[in-house]
């Protein structure tokens, strides 16, 4: 070997020992990795042990047997999902109620904040933030009865108050199903939008104060502002909101169908989803294999649709893509 050669061996760095990287991880990001610890086991009981009850939905359940023993009946379970006369009615409720809850949120929700935003009083802007975000808190049998008071027949506000001002004659809201798709995305709205804003006015709180003092100085207006600042900027929050909520559109607030609507049989044509037909149909026949089979559907679809809609994002623009 020349001396070049031995020179050369001599300042060529020495391999580490194999996993010293590792070690060397472990030892800096320790502290870290234990603090993860709880919420991976809370992740892996909550989430993961739980999918072994997706072999429900192909079997026949026999309680004696319990779920391993239980007799292999394939797809039987699915079949009852869209074998039925009204499988095409709880489907087409439940993707159009969804679909209409995303968009009437998303417009709603993104106007209050940019208004909140712009509040000079941060008194002011506090106190309707808190008044937006309480009805989040209700439950849906709270809700029904905020809901029943208002359209009521005999006594609520809506038939005695506002239509007799008007000469109008009282309805029977709870009769009347064609009234109820648009009387649900109201109540969602007001459920749902405080939880929304609040989400979007934190991402619009963020937004680097110079672009705005930028377009001041260029004369822009505030509508200017917000069409080339803050919706452009907006933008990755909204795709991933949306797309959270794209992945839950074969499930239905099962509150908000049932509880609110009262569970009225008139109103089924345009109330009944998927959540609502399954609880009905096992709380008549207690078909557990058939409930589990339609909570598998959801979840599948769901799973499509979020990878489905990220494609497409990606495709416009990667960089607002969920992943």
Not at 44 to 67: D, H, R, S
Not at 194 to 200: A, E, I
Not at 220 to 229: F, G, H, L, P, V
Request: hydrophobic share 55%; net charge positive; charged share 15%.
């Amino acid at each position: 070997m020349t001396a070049n050669a031995e020179a050369a061996a001599l300042a060529r760095p020495r391999a580490a020992p194999r996993g010293a990287g590792r070690r060397r991880r472990a030892a800096r990001f320790g502290m870290l990795y234990l603090m993860m610890l709880p919420t991976i086991a809370l992740v892996i009981l909550n989430n993961y042990l739980p999918m072994f009850g997706v072999l429900i939905a192909f079997k026949k359940i026999n309680y004696e047997q319990g779920i391993l023993g239980s007799p292999w009946v394939g797809f039987e379970n699915f079949k009852f999902l869209f074998a039925t006369t009204d499988a095409w009615v709880i489907t087409r409720n439940t993707i159009l109620y969804n679909a209409a809850f995303i968009a009437t949120n998303l417009a709603v929700a993104i106007a209050f904040a940019i208004m909140l935003n712009e509040l000079r009083s941060r008194v002011l802007a506090k106190f309707f933030q808190s008044a937006m975000f309480l009805p989040y808190f209700l439950s849906a049998v709270v809700v029904s009865y905020l809901v029943f008071a208002m359209l009521g027949e005999e006594n609520g506000f809506v038939n005695n108050v506002l239509l007799k001002a008007l000469g109008i004659d009282p309805i029977s809201w709870y009769a009347e199903p064609n009234a109820w798709p648009f009387l649900l995305p109201i109540i969602n709205a007001w459920k749902n939008v405080g939880y929304y804003s609040v989400v979007y006015l934190a991402a619009i709180v963020g937004i680097d104060e110079e672009y705005y003092e930028a377009a001041l100085i260029d004369g822009a207006s505030k509508r200017k502002q917000m069409t080339s600042i803050t919706l452009p900027l907006l933008m990755p929050v909204i795709v991933i909101m949306t797309l959270l909520q794209i992945g839950r559109i074969f499930y239905a607030d099962f509150g908000l169908f049932f509880q609110v609507t009262l569970d009225t049989g008139a109103l089924y044509p345009t109330t009944n989803v998927i959540d609502t037909y399954v609880y009905r149909s096992f709380m008549v026949m207690g078909d557990i294999g058939m409930s589990s089979a339609a909570g598998l559907y959801q979840a599948a679809v769901g799973l499509v649709l979020v990878f489905g809609s990220n494609y497409v994002v990606k495709k416009i623009n990667r960089d607002n893509a969920l992943f």
